[in-house]
């Protein structure tokens, strides 16, 4: 029989039991805090906190309140917090309780791993002379943890939590966020890898690509470049104050991201490197950032694919329940369409009759559907060649309460149909299936109802040829 290495393990568990017994127990019963309000290790407004102080085995970190009221890490480097989790941390400390008292008078405080802990916080208060400090030393056998205040001599139990918030490393503690702005201050995007360039600017209208003539951006390509940005979150610091920015492939960079705030006309910045090693991650660094740290390689695989996606597509930017107006020409047939406060729709070239609700409709839903297929040519020299100096059809769209609507022009040349946006240069081809909807006249769109009153104007109205179209 292995008797001695049962023996012994009865002696630790008697030991266990002596310690719970004598100590923990008993302190049950000379539980001294009766009132919830008293069970808080600390009493502090967190708008006072000048500075907070962590200690761990990993390090010390010096944490101080530095201008805009912005946390600031001073030890053992010099950069920004995590704003949220240094105030997430005093507000924590705030709210600590003890669970209860252990000694008022210990007499041997590395019973507790008091007499060196292992953990600490120090916050610093303005206006006040001395800091509040605790202490943290080993784990309980009930599963908390030991600990006291500075200025106190009594041991107490505090929730495992509190290891938890201390066992930070200087990664933790600081800001991750690669560039912080307010996304309605963007008036200006520009993008650059090694053989690419795109300029973005925020207009009333929404967002446009910009070059000899800027045309209309995709709207959600220009949100998803600001969300990835605002976004963004370092994997790993590489080095703080670089002397040599070439070695990580920054100087020049592979790529940039910079945005332009309407607020001050301040740029931003990210400037991004080769790949690391090894590491399905890219160098970067920033404006603001005297730094070279790790990002997750996709966001250079985003920035080659996002060229590609930057121009908008669709051949309208109204939305269809925006539509309040609608005007139609192919060849010498005319139609003009507007909704009422009452969402019927009229035609103009029907005596303002009712137009059939679905039949309107339909058109509006094509419309905004419409997309053009790829870019013909960026600058056409001659419209001619596409048809388009002399259109074939054409269309505009009202929004409600716009007084300047959206147009494009088209052209048939071969059996390829073009298409132009009003404002811009770039010709496009569009699929030829949308002159089914530009070919539609009167008869297509007038309500059932409407049409023995229609005939019997226009037999009342004579010379009016071109008044009922198709």
């Known amino acids: 029989m292995k008797i001695r290495p049962t023996l012994l393990l009865l002696g630790v568990f008697i030991a266990l039991g002596i310690f719970i017994v004598f100590v923990e127990l008993p302190s049950r019963k000379k539980e001294l805090v009766t009132k919830l309000g008293e069970k808080n290790i600390f009493v502090f407004d967190e708008n006072n906190v000048r500075e907070v102080f962590i200690r761990n085995p990993g390090g010390e970190y010096l944490i101080v309140r530095g201008p805009q009221e912005k946390w600031r890490i001073v030890k053992p480097v010099e950069t920004e917090a995590d704003q949220d989790f240094v105030n997430s941390l005093i507000n924590g400390m705030r709210n600590l309780t003890l669970e209860r008292v252990l000694e008022e008078k210990p007499k041997d405080l590395s019973l507790y791993g008091l007499d060196k802990p292992r953990m600490g916080i120090r916050i610093t208060l303005e206006g006040s002379e001395k800091p509040l400090a605790l202490n943290v030393g080993k784990k309980s056998p009930l599963g908390r943890l030991y600990a006291k205040r500075d200025d106190q001599e009594r041991v ?42 795109a300029e973005l600017a925020k207009r009333d209208k929404g967002w446009f690509v910009l070059g000899r003539a800027p045309v209309r951006a995709n709207e959600n390509s220009a949100n998803k470049i ?16 670089p002397e040599n920015l070439s070695k990580y492939g920054l100087d020049p960079p592979w790529g940039r991201v910079g945005i332009i705030l309407a607020k001050d006309k301040s740029q931003l910045e990210l400037r991004m490197g080769s ?46 329940w925006e539509v309040e107006k609608f005007k139609m020409a192919y060849g010498e047939n005319v139609i003009e369409v507007s909704k009422d406060s009452s969402s019927y729709w009229h035609i103009a070239q029907a005596f303002d009759l009712k137009a059939g609700y679905n039949a309107a409709n339909e058109v509006v839903q094509k ?34 309460g716009n007084k300047t609507p959206e147009g494009v022009i088209f052209g048939m040349k071969g059996k390829l149909l073009f298409a ?51």
């Open 226 to 241: 600001l969300t990835a940005l605002s976004s963004l979150r370092v994997e790993e610091f590489i080095e703080d104050h």
């Open 367 to 400: 419309l905004m559907e419409l997309k053009f297929s790829r870019i013909e040519d960026e600058a056409p020299a001659n419209l001619s060649s596409y048809g388009l100096a002399k259109p074939s059809a054409s269309v505009k769209i009202w929004a409600q």
């Open 275 to 320: 790949l690391a090693p090894k590491r399905l991650a890219i160098y970067a660094t920033a404006t603001g950032r005297d730094s070279v740290f790790l990002l997750t390689s996709q966001y250079r695989d985003g920035l080659q694919n996002i060229f590609s996606e930057l121009r908008e597509m669709m051949a309208f930017a109204i939305k269809g």
């Open 156 to 197: 107490f139990l505090v929730a495992m939590m509190v290891e938890q918030a201390l066992m930070k490393g200087l990664f933790d503690l600081r800001d991750k966020s690669v560039v912080s702005f307010e996304r309605d201050q963007v008036e200006k995007i520009i993008l650059q890898t090694p053989n690419k360039r």
């Open 420 to 470: 132009k946006r009003d404002g811009e240069e770039p010709v496009y081809i569009v699929p030829d299936s949308i002159l089914q909807t530009l070919k539609k006249g009167v008869n297509d769109l007038l309500a059932p109802e409407e049409k023995p009153f229609y005939e019997e104007k226009l037999k009342g109205k004579k010379g009016t040829g071109g008044m009922g179209g198709k």
